[in-house]
T-cell receptor
Framework: GQNIDQPTEMTATEGAIVQINCTYQ??????LFWYQQHAGEAPTFLSY????GLEEKGRFSSFLSRSKGYSYLLLKELQMKDSASYLC???????????FGAGTQVVVTP | EAGVTQFPSHSVIEKGQTVTLRCDPI?????LYWYRRVMGKEIKFLLH????????ESGMPNNRFLAERTGGTYSTLKVQPAELEDSGVYFC??????????????FGPGTRLTVL
């Protein structure tokens, strides 16, 4: 079947690094996206990977291995404002039909 | 540029009533998507418009749901009659060009629908 799995919750200390893993099995693959969502707000785009490898954007990096059906989002130098839900989403066709994981709630503690 | 907006932010209705949700995408975005998140579950795809045409409505739960995008600008999603299981947060998203599945989608803040 089709599924996208990511951990439910992760806790880390301010200034630390956290890695959120995402594994996927989907009928199609046209890119993997990471979104951040604060409670009650719109999901906001963080990064995406189409090809294998690492993409770096400031404090956030995302990695993709298509052969393994695996991605991770790396958050460095954690700040309190990074406390949010992080959504892994796969674009399953050329029209941008997204399939989402359930989200990982990251809690940053002082 | 203004982001994706949705109205209302919250709606509480009784079972059997009708509700219409509205989404205004970012100006110039051809693609408009509707998604839904029910309690405790992941966000799920409902349908996709390219301009005013429905490209994919495979995620629509049943015929109580009707989506329109007249003139290729804003879109409405009507639920008639609403059932308890329709409760959830309805998100709208838009992106620029069709035929590019790796385009970033810009999401609205969602409409929280509660059916009593």
């Amino acid at each position: 079947g089709q599924n996208i799995d990511q951990p439910t919750e992760m806790t880390a200390t301010e200034g630390a690094i956290v890695q959120i893993n995402c594994t996927y099995q989907t009928s199609g693959f046209n890119g993997l996206f990471w979104y951040q969502q604060h409670a009650g707000e719109a999901p906001t785009f963080l990064s995406y990977n189409v090809l294998d490898g690492l993409e770096e954007k400031g404090r956030f990096s995302s990695f993709l291995s298509r052969s393994k059906g695996y991605s991770y989002l790396l958050l460095k130098e954690l700040q309190m404002k990074d406390s949010a839900s992080y959504l892994c989403a796969v674009s399953t066709d050329s029209w941008g039909k997204f399939q989402f994981g359930a989200g990982t709630q990251v809690v940053v503690t002082p | 540029e203004a982001g994706v907006t949705q109205f209302p932010s919250h709606s509480v209705i009784e079972k059997g009533q009708t509700v219409t949700l509205r989404c205004d995408p970012i100006s110039g975005h051809d693609n408009l998507y509707w998604y839904r998140r029910v309690m405790g579950k992941e966000i799920k795809f409902l349908l996709h418009f390219v301009k005013e045409s429905k490209q994919d409505e495979s995620g629509m739960p049943n015929n109580r749901f009707l989506a329109e995008r007249t003139g290729g600008t804003y879109s409405t999603l009507k639920v008639q009659p609403a059932e308890l299981e329709d409760s959830g947060v309805y998100f709208c998203a838009s992106s620029r060009e069709y035929g590019r599945g790796f385009d970033e989608q810009f999401f609205g803040p969602g409409t929280r629908l509660t059916v009593l």
